[in-house]
């Protein structure tokens, strides 16, 4: 059974920063693709950044030069910084070996004025 555990999540003043991590367990396949999307207030859900094959990071234009995603084995880590009021949403933690397979339960991150 896999298990993604997030943490990390919170209420920051605009500007302000947070760290979000994610530890997955229970994984008997390549987690390659392994990263974070997020879930605005009444909007859809979006990609953040990830990494597919392994290595490689993806960022959303909204996230470039502000977030940063890391990987320690099966732990994933989101750097956000310079935070924006609409950076509030629900941020969740998704794993597979080519795409978004398995999902945390998310975690909320609000940025206030």
């Known amino acids: 059974q896999v298990q993604l555990v997030e943490s990390g999540g919170g209420l920051v003043q605009a500007g302000g920063s947070l760290r979000l991590s994610c530890a997955a367990t229970?994984?008997?396949?390549?987690?390659?693709?392994m990263g974070w999307y997020r879930q605005p207030p009444g909007k859809q859900r979006e990609l953040v950044a990830v990494?597919?094959?392994?290595?490689i990071a993806n960022y959303a234009d909204s996230a470039k030069g502000r977030f940063t995603i890391s990987r320690v084995k099966n732990t994933v880590y989101l750097q956000m910084n310079s935070l924006k009021l609409e950076d509030t949403a629900v941020y969740y933690c998704?794993?597979?070996?080519?795409?978004?397979?398995?999902w945390g339960q998310g975690t909320q991150v609000t940025v206030s004025s």
């Open positions: 998704a794993v597979g070996s080519t795409g978004p397979a398995w």
């Open positions: 229970g994984t008997t396949f390549s987690t390659s693709f």
């Open positions: 990494f597919t094959s392994g290595v």
